[in-house]
């Protein structure tokens, strides 16, 4: 989850580290790191299940 977070987070431009970073501001690598936040709040919630 943290991972797709910092991934939204560059994706829209909130956070620009590493300068360098392409993912920085490009709304399609917010859409993918969203998308990985959610896999990650799944699989962890399906973990505390058991």
Do not use: E, N, Y
Request: hydrophobic share 60%; glycine share 14%; proline share 2%.
């Amino acid at each position: 989850m943290a991972a797709g977070i910092f991934v939204v987070l560059q994706g829209t431009g909130v956070l620009k580290w590493p300068a360098d970073s392409v993912m920085i501001a490009d709304r399609a690598w917010a859409v993918r790191g969203a998308v990985f936040a959610m896999v990650g709040g799944i699989v962890v919630w399906l973990g505390r299940r058991c």
